[in-house]
């Protein structure tokens, strides 16, 4: 510095230097002459150039963050949670061999009273929104005729019923025909979107089953609480489950068991697939295992004549280290597998079978796991090994079995769809009676799980959303892709579309476009730019930045402030001298 | 009783004939899945035994339901199949070199089963060429699930190239790359294994004890996947998919303790139970075939064979049932079922157990022991192919691949005398971008004399790399004359930089150049067996099978420059100094006012100075001790005082002693 200072070229501030020593010298505390101001002025400007090129800087270092709609996200989860998605339904009653004194508006009114007390606001219900007509045919005649073709067989009676509400103006509405006919009061829930009432029912009476009809079975699925919670619905977000049949032979050295599943795919799973077509894409495939020991214990019943296992051991039933399942490898990522097993037992623990909690022997054999999938335990006909055979001679499953086996897994995958598994409902009011489709699902259990499917996905479309916002908002120096903020935008934008159709009563297009904010919220989370390792932390970029400026921050600071004090000190002495000066 | 069954036995015979024909027909169109164990063991001439495992899955394929309902077959794969249009595909998982001067090059063992270190994969596609790589890519991270391996490594575009030659079929569709870094262990084996029906619960691969095949001096595990066609129109009937596992043991040694000092030449003897620790109890019920093979080869077999002779001499042996003609050798613990003898003068034996027919309750423990000292050697290939880089230091090399005729060919020179005998070698090179080779350096060398390259060279592909791209390939059909006794291919190369975030986590260790592989169409490793039972063993068929003589060579590794990891760092902080430094001296420079402090100085000379001197005095004389604090007395007067010449010859010797101490230290 020294060496700088002598040299010819910074002569200038000696110069001035000498100018100003001539007066200074008598005295230390006034001085004649103006302080200087270049010296400040060149300190100050390095300081204000630095501190005007921090932004600019601090923009170069900037990370890209596409902007998310935070506040949208909150609004729309706490949206979705505070009033649950609701559908606009339309009843229809029609009462025959009534002679009601009231107005029909009046017992709309009173249905419509009952049908609030029991609806529950979940999620895919009707909530406040729904309709209520009230049709009432008058003369006995007719109610006799009515109620002898109605108890000659169900399923006659169940397509006559629906001509006769078509009359009435049937579609989408849900109708229930009740019949005052002398004699024991039978309830019967259709395949289509109607059920009837027929037998010796008070006025009262008749129109609380009908609203009980109307909200447990109709709009509820006849779901009890505590099954099945609702929330889960095992469909993938691609929209898309996969059915995976797997045949498990504990040991083949026992009995080897196959299955013709390329018949019973085509006669018993073709239609149920078809049937579930709105509601999910269902594809199917086979594999038999062999050599899967379960890894709970069982033990020998003689009260039974079997080998009991009990709803206790369960958990541990599924063997997750030798039931080599897998996933599959056709389905994408993104698609929901639900596993449905068939477990031979060996020689040694067979008969096999499920003991109920009640002490009971179940009657399926089987059980499911929600969102995992079901068990069937199936004993070969004879428990007895053929030991003399070192060759053991690959069975076939009778079609007879196969198709009670196939029955119990349909069940399992309806109880997993969230559905009753049975044909019986209980209410408070009294049995009804489910008839059952071919097609494995009747089309108001699928409008069940259609609205069921539109409400979770948009929960889950919330609930995804939720946790990126969180994610997003707690690590700030993380790259956000353009892509990930459109992916938001567009998500949020058909859930808005989704619960806009719902409350018009348009399920397809709601369906689809809940499908796929739930499939663009996924998307977006599971960005693999969120994963990156670019991840550029505070601490990270302090420490290439740091060797730089502070050092010089703290000379250009320290020299402005030295600068500034010895400005303000020599001003003052200069005004000083002048005041000494005035007064002399 | 017996009358009319005679009368009407050749007529029925004659009506169910054409039916049984038609059966026969419809069965063999109509496969059923199949599936079959082997094992087939095989003595090494360097007192080692290989256990080669055979599974095999049949699956047939259907138009409709194609790849959705299976039994025995695999699901993973045959939806892998269906996904992703495979033609065929070969996937190994090797640890371990194949010693081809030892082990033998010429049977379909070593050409079918001995593979580069690491991972090695090809697919042939069943697609249009432009969706070729997007399937590869698919394909690789499905396996790298499905096998718990970095596979998905294969998929950027710099590992995989498309070669044409050296694989037999398909033009276009095949891609093919390895990994020869990828370690293996038992976590690829259990998902392998996972695809045999019984997997290692039962059958032959109950076996497969852990420790022992990973203690191995060589295993390679393989999943190859074939297309069935059907015999009448050639279309695809069927996939076929093959495991094997080949495993090169050292058996302990039975006869260890007793030093006898003829015994020590003798082979050591073994049994299944000795070599895995565990014996085969009972097959796999679901295995149409189960079977163990216990081969002698060629040059065994020829030696058994005089010393039969030798010994005949003195016993006047009646010639028994010729099964047991060379087995004065060695004793067998177990009787073979049958024995299977290749055609031809000097040919190689296979003894074979069913293992069906062993009770369960016996445990099936194959033993062989030696009785006299035995030294044979296995077939070689037509050359012993070896590649070595040469050069030294960071910039630059060169690859040389050598070729050395062994005693096969020189038995050639001396049949084909009259006409001049050519023999073709097809050789594949890979190299990775980053090694630049530089193609017209090829050079060739014949019997250590330089040839010109045109006169051999058949045919030649080359595929320049493209950095970061892909990588450079080179494929040469090469005609070699007979009588050569060496060739030496050399090609030249730089060696390139990578960006600081390619270079992977271990970079010091260097780049490894995957195997190039060398192939002899003209020969075929084939066993041909007489075969009397008309067995239909996969693993005998594939013996069979004619498919041409492919050895590999070494994993290169080339050391690259490494930069230094945390340069970035040092940079940033070095130039920030530099910086801060000019910026702080700057600063102070415009901003000093140098004629006033100097005035500012002397006017405190007279009290603040002296004051700091005698500070300064005090502190350097507690720096030399005490002894000297009288003579700093004196000398307080001047500052010159302070850098005494004393002090100055002690640092100069400190600094003196430092330096011989660096310099003899190292």
Excluded at chain 1, 102 to 126: Q, T
Aim: hydrophobic share 40%; glycine share 6%.
């Amino acid at each position: 510095m020294a060496e700088i200072s002598d040299s010819p070229s910074t002569s200038k501030p000696v110069e001035e230097n000498t100018q100003t020593l001539t007066p200074q010298i008598d005295s230390k505390t006034t001085r004649n002459t103006k302080p200087g101001v270049k010296r400040l002025i060149i300190c100050v400007s390095v300081l204000f150039s630095f501190i005007l090129g921090f932004p600019l800087l601090w923009k170069s270092i900037e990370i890209y963050r596409a902007p998310l709609p935070f506040d949208r996200i909150d609004s729309f989860s706490s949206q979705v949670e505070s009033n649950p998605l609701s559908f606009p339904c339309s009843f229809q009653a029609v009462f025959i061999g009534f002679d009601f004194k009231a107005s029909h508006s009046e017992v709309a009114a009173a249905i419509k009273r009952k049908i609030s007390d029991l609806g529950r606001g979940d999620c895919g219900g009707c909530g406040g929104n729904y309709s209520v007509a009230v049709a009432v045919e008058r003369g006995d005649v007719s109610a006799f005729d009515f109620g002898a073709k109605l108890r000659s067989d169900d399923e006659d009676a169940d397509e006559w019923v629906r001509s006769v509400v078509n009359q009435y103006g049937g579609g989408h509405a849900y109708s229930v025909v009740v019949v005052n006919e002398g004699g024991e009061v039978r309830s019967v829930v259709g395949k289509y979107r109607h059920a009837w009432i027929v037998g010796r029912v008070e006025e009262e009476e008749a129109v609380l089953r009908v609203a009980e009809i109307f909200v447990k079975v109709f709009v509820n699925g006849g779901d009890e609480e505590g099954l099945v919670r609702s929330e889960f619905m095992p469909v993938g977000a691609d929209g898309r489950i996969v059915l995976s049949f797997s045949l498990l032979n504990a040991d083949p050295r026992d009995w080897i068991y196959d299955w013709n599943f390329r018949e019973i795919d085509k006669t018993l799973l073709q239609p149920v697939i078809e049937a579930l077509q709105p509601i999910a894409n269902i594809s199917v495939e086979s594999q038999v295992l062999y050599h899967t020991p379960k890894s709970s214990f069982s033990y020998w019943d003689d009260k039974h004549g079997s080998h009991i296992f009990t709803a206790k051991d369960l958990p541990f039933f599924v063997n997750s280290n030798e039931w080599h399942l897998d996933t599959s490898v056709a389905a994408g990522g993104r698609s929901k597998v639900l596993q449905l097993v068939v477990y031979i037992p060996s020689a040694k623990e067979c008969p096999l079978q499920l003991k109920l909690p009640n002490g009971d022997i179940s009657k399926t054999n089987g059980f499911i796991s929600p969102m995992w999938g079901g068990v069937v335990v199936w004993n070969p006909q004879s428990c007895i090994k053929d030991l003399e055979s070192n060759d053991p001679v690959r069975n076939t499953i009778s079609h007879q079995d196969l198709q009670m086996l196939f029955e119990v897994l349909m069940g399992q995958l309806r109880q997993l769809l969230g559905l009753k598994s049975d044909n019986l409902y209980v209410g408070e009011s009294g049995t009804s009676i489910l008839l059952g489709s071919e097609r494995g699902f009747t089309e108001w259990e699928l409008d069940v799980l259609s609205r069921k499917h539109i409400c979770f996905n948009l929960l889950s479309c919330t609930t995804t959303l939720g946790s990126l916002s969180r994610l997003v908002q707690s690590l700030p120096r993380m790259i956000i892709m353009d892509e990930i903020g459109k992916q938001v935008k567009f998500s949020l934008e058909a859930a808005k579309f989704a619960q806009s159709n719902a409350s018009i009563g348009i399920y397809d297009a709601s369906a689809v476009s809940s499908r796929q904010s739930r499939s663009l919220a996924e998307d977006a989370f599971f960005h693999p730019s969120i994963m990156s390792i670019s991840y550029y932390s505070f601490e990270h970029c302090f420490a290439i930045y740091s060797p730089f400026f502070l050092p010089v921050i703290m000379h250009v600071l320290l020299g402005a402030l030295r600068e500034w004090k010895r400005y303000k000190q020599e001003s003052r002495k200069y005004l000083a001298a002048k005041a000494k000066e005035k007064v002399s | 009783m017996a009358l009319p069954p005679k009368a009407t036995f050749p007529l029925s015979l004659f009506l169910l004939l054409p039916l049984l024909l038609l059966s026969l027909v419809l069965a063999t169109t109509t496969q059923q899945e199949e599936f079959s164990e082997e094992l087939l063991l095989k003595p090494l001439p360097d007192r080692k035994i290989l256990a080669h495992f055979h599974f095999q899955n049949e699956a047939p394929l259907d138009a409709d339901s194609f790849a959705r309902h299976h039994h025995l077959f695999p699901k993973s794969i045959s939806q892998l199949v269906q996904k992703f249009h495979i033609k065929s595909m070969e996937l190994s998982f090797t640890q371990g070199r194949w010693n081809y001067e030892r082990w033998g090059g010429f049977d379909p063992i070593s050409s079918h089963n001995a593979k580069p270190p690491g991972v090695e994969l090809w697919a042939v596609f069943d697609v249009p060429p432009h969706q070729v790589d997007a399937s590869w890519k698919n394909l690789t991270h499905s396996l790298s699930g499905l096998f718990c391996a970095s596979i998905n490594f294969l998929e950027s575009s710099t590992t995989y190239s498309a070669p044409e030659w050296a694989f037999q079929s398909a033009l276009g569709s095949l891609r093919y790359g390895t990994l020869p870094r990828e370690a293996v262990c038992t976590e690829n084996l259990t998902p392998w294994l996972k695809l045999l029906p019984c997997r290692d619960k039962a059958g032959l691969s109950s076996l497969m004890d852990r420790p022992s095949i990973y203690r191995s001096f060589y295993h390679s595990q393989r999943l190859h996947l074939t297309m069935s066609s059907a015999p009448s129109d050639g279309s695809r009937s069927g996939i076929i998919l093959e495991q094997t596992l080949t495993v090169v043991l050292q058996p302990n040694d039975q006869n260890a303790d007793t030093n006898h000092v003829s015994k020590a030449k003798i082979q050591p003897s073994w049994s299944l139970s000795s070599i895995f620790g565990r014996k085969i109890s009972g097959r796999c019920v679901l295995a149409k075939l189960s079977t163990v093979y216990l081969h002698a080869d060629k040059g065994l077999v020829a030696q058994l064979e005089n010393l039969h002779k030798t010994t005949a001499q003195f016993a006047d042996n009646d010639t028994g049932p010729e099964d047991y003609r060379v087995n004065s050798g060695f004793k067998l613990s177990v009787t073979p079922k049958r024995v299977h003898t290749e055609l031809g003068k000097d040919s190689s034996i296979l003894y074979e157990y069913p293992i069906k027919d062993y009770k369960d309750t016996e445990q099936f423990d194959l033993g062989l022991s030696w009785e006299h000292p035995i030294v044979w050697s296995s077939p070689h290939a037509p050359f012993y192919a070896s590649r070595f880089l040469m050069g030294s230091g960071n910039e630059r090399g060169a690859i040389a691949i050598s070729l050395k005729s062994t005693e096969m060919t020189q038995g050639l020179v001396t049949n084909n005398i009259e006409e001049r005998c050519k023999l073709q070698v097809n050789v594949l090179q890979v190299v990775p971008w980053y090694v630049k080779v530089y193609y017209h350096t090829l050079q060739l060398l014949i019997d250590e004399r330089p040839r010109v390259l045109t006169d051999f060279v058949e045919r030649m592909r080359v595929s320049p790399s493209e950095d970061k791209v892909s990588p450079g390939m080179m494929e040469l059909v090469l005609q070699f004359p007979c009588e050569m006794k060496s060739a030496v291919l050399s090609i030249e190369f730089d060696k390139g930089f990578l960006h600081i975030d390619e270079y992977p986590p271990d970079a010091n260790q260097g780049f490894d150049i995957p195997s190039a592989i060398i192939s002899f169409p003209d020969f075929n490793a084939a066993l041909q067996f007489y075969d009397k039972s008309q067995s239909k063993s996969p693993l005998l068929s594939k013996l069979q099978e004619k498919s041409p003589v492919l050895s590999y060579t070494e994993v290169l590794l080339v050391p690259l420059t490494t930069p230094d990891f945390s340069m970035p760092y040092n940079v940033i902080t070095i130039t920030c100094t530099v910086f801060a430094l000019y910026f702080g001296s700057l600063v102070n420079v415009l901003r000093r006012r140098v004629g006033e402090e100097e005035r500012l100085l002397k006017n405190k000379d007279a009290s603040k100075a002296v004051f700091l001197r005698r500070v300064l005095t005090k502190l350097s004389a507690k720096l030399r001790g005490r002894p000297l604090e009288s003579t700093t007395s004196p000398s307080s007067s001047s500052s010159s005082s302070f850098v005494s010449p004393k002090l100055i010859l002690r640092v100069l010797l400190v600094a003196g002693i430092a330096i011989a101490w660096q310099y003899y230290s190292q």
